[in-house]
């Protein structure tokens, strides 16, 4: 069984750079075929997808964030991260860090499989 375990900050500053971990287990994450996306959901809001790491390491961000992206793990131990720059309040959501076997790039947070219990992320001042 796939688990994942978000971590991060609770609190970031407007302007100061949002930096979450998952950890996985149950599964390696370069895994043939997995794909392993960070998903926000923002209070009120519909689910976003925000990018994948696939498990060759090859990285595909939303074209709404990837300025602001950074999507990158640690094979040595199996963890994925995720950077998201000059945060707004607007950024303020749970993330969620979840898993899929598919060999292509889905954005769609109802395909996913495997879910972390997400992380609320709130950008205050």
């Known amino acids: 069984q796939v688990q994942l375990q978000e971590s991060g900050p609770g609190l970031v500053k407007p302007s100061q750079t949002l930096s979450l971990t998952c950890a996985v287990s149950g599964a390696s994450i370069t895994a043939s075929a997995f794909g392993w996306s960070w998903i926000r959901q923002p209070p009120g809001k519909e689910m976003e997808w925000m990018g994948v790491?696939?498990?060759?390491?090859?990285?595909h961000s939303s074209p709404s964030l990837t300025s602001r992206t950074s999507i990158s793990r640690d094979t040595s131990k199996n963890r994925l991260f995720m950077q998201l720059n000059s945060v707004t309040p607007e950024d303020t959501a749970v993330y969620y860090c979840?898993?899929?076997?598919?060999?292509?790039?889905?954005?769609?947070?109802?395909?996913?499989?495997?879910w972390g219990q997400g992380t609320q992320v709130t950008v205050s001042s």
């Open positions: 979840a898993a899929l076997l598919s060999i292509y790039v889905v954005r769609g947070a109802d395909d996913y499989d495997y």
């Open positions: 790491i696939k498990s060759d390491g090859t990285v």
